[in-house]
């Protein structure tokens, strides 16, 4: 990775962190949200990922260190085409050890296409959610486009840094309340430690229900993943 990189992309995350602050100061939240996954083949189109991830709230009006909740997930998923995928997944969120919210169950149907460029990859994820915490049952609907690429050559070795970022937008109905509409933006760099370890830390920018009563979150990210 050269040190224009490294320079280039903190001068987008302070450019991403300074443009939060000043447009959403009074609805301001910071976050930072660790997660471990393992992956493993069951067969050579299937596969299984196990992860727990935690979110802690540092900020909100002044310094805090609150944890607000604790996701276990499972994905089941599928290969079609060696570009292509489809996948389901089981979440349980821990928010009333935590606080008064109640906990959620989450199921998700997920479709997954990428391609491959010479310097770089594209990503396009279909997510469609079904949040239950409660009456009435929550459906979200996401689409995320990633583009990701090696710091080093056209190609990713152990040891070398890639970096990635993605956009998503978000749709999410229920009966009786508003539809409400999110966007994320996110830059993260990521480090092959060996062929079945991989380590990423960046930035996710969070405009929540913009269309209603728009709420601004800035989380750091912070991902481990083991490919069994």
């Known amino acids: 990775m050269t040190t224009y990189s490294i320079k280039s992309f903190f001068f987008v995350l302070l450019l991403l962190a300074s443009s939060l602050i000043l447009q959403g100061q009074e609805t301001f939240m910071g976050y930072w949200e660790p997660e471990i996954g393992i992956s ?6 299937y596969s299984h990922k196990f992860s727990i991830e935690k979110r802690t709230l540092w900020f909100e009006d002044k310094t805090v260190f609150d944890v607000e909740q604790i996701d276990v997930s499972h994905f089941s998923n599928y290969k079609l085409l060696d570009n292509q995928s489809i996948a389901l997944g089981l979440m ?40 239950f915490s409660g009456t009435p049952i929550n459906h979200r609907f996401r689409y995320r486009l990633t583009i990701d ?7 990713l070795d152990v040891g070398e840094m890639f970096f990635i ?6 749709l999410t109905v229920a ?23 991989t380590l990423t830390n960046g930035l996710e920018y969070r405009l929540e229900n913009y269309s209603n009563q728009a709420a601004h979150s800035l989380f750091l990210l912070s991902s481990l993943n083991i490919d069994l």
């Open 40 to 45: 493993y083949k069951v067969a050579p189109l």
């Open 165 to 170: 970022s993605s956009i998503e937008n978000l």
């Open 92 to 131: 349980y969120r821990f928010e009333s050890l935590f606080s008064d919210e109640r906990d959620e169950f989450r199921l998700t149907e997920q479709y997954n296409l990428t391609t491959t460029h010479i310097n770089y990859r594209l990503g396009h994820r279909i997510r469609a959610e079904q949040q």
């Open 149 to 155: 690429f090696p710091l080093q050559g056209t190609r």
């Open 175 to 197: 009966k009786t309340q508003k539809p409400e509409y999110d966007q994320r933006y996110s830059i993260s760099l990521g480090l092959l430690l060996n062929k079945k370890l």
